[in-house]
T-cell receptor, first 113, second 116 residues
């Protein structure tokens, strides 16, 4: 089955609100996860990563949460800005020890000014 | 500037043409990748090179032929493509490592390929 489960939902948020983008994965052996942001006409841009021995990791305005019990990954964006409008992908490394990332289909985030 | 440069940005080619996509990374990485991005589909891994050796060929048709002459350059040679090969082709690089090392991929902005 699909190992990274973003089914192309869309999310619209008001500027200044917090955003939460969710991702389900099915391979319990995956040991590394990454969130990417892709703007129109550009390649995916690295946002934040997390290894499977962690539950939470924070960056600048972003937090990634990993729940291995239910195989769920989320990206939280604080104080969402218009520049955050993009498609967000989660990716998982399904072959521990290798660096082969498999991606979901993405979630489109639209920030309403 | 992403640190990974792809040329050309756009390419239109006929099914009998031969063309090449070029990728150059300026990040000092030792692994490079080709991904295909089609509408409404996840990114598909095509090829992986680590230390200039191909370590992954993800069941890609032979009409796609990669070449990695050194750790900074990666090519994708195209010949007799089909219209369904039209997509965004993304190059990425990473700092590969040992058995338990993971690092994020850094992507270029892609080549938008249209096969007519």
């Amino acid at each position: 089955g699909e190992s990274v489960g973003l089914h192309l939902p869309t999310l619209s948020v008001q500027e200044g609100d917090n955003s939460i983008i969710n991702c389900a994965y099915s391979n319990s052996a995956s040991d590394y996860f990454i969130w990417y942001k892709q703007e129109s006409g550009k390649g995916p841009q690295f946002i934040i990563d997390i290894r499977s021995n962690m539950d939470k990791r924070q960056g600048q305005r972003v937090t990634v949460l990993l729940n291995k019990t239910v195989k769920h990954l989320s990206l939280q964006i604080a104080a969402t800005q218009p520049g955050d409008s993009a498609v967000y992908f989660c990716a998982e490394n399904i072959i521990p020890g290798a660096n082969n990332l498999f991606f979901g289909t993405g979630t489109r985030l639209t920030v309403i000014p | 500037e992403t640190g990974v440069t792809q040329t050309p940005r756009h390419l239109v080619m006929g099914m009998t043409n031969k063309k090449s996509l070029k990728c150059e990374q300026h990040l000092g990485h030792n692994a490079m990748y080709w991904y295909k991005q089609s509408a409404k589909k996840p990114l598909e891994l095509m090829f992986v090179y680590s230390l200039e050796e191909r370590v992954e060929n993800n069941s890609v048709p032979s009409r796609f032929s990669p070449e990695c002459p050194n750790s900074s350059h990666l090519f994708l040679h195209l010949h007799t493509l089909q219209p369904e090969d039209s997509a965004l082709y993304l190059c990425a690089s990473s700092q590969g490592g040992g058995a338990s090392y993971n690092s994020p991929l850094h992507f270029g902005n892609g080549t938008r390929l249209t096969v007519t």
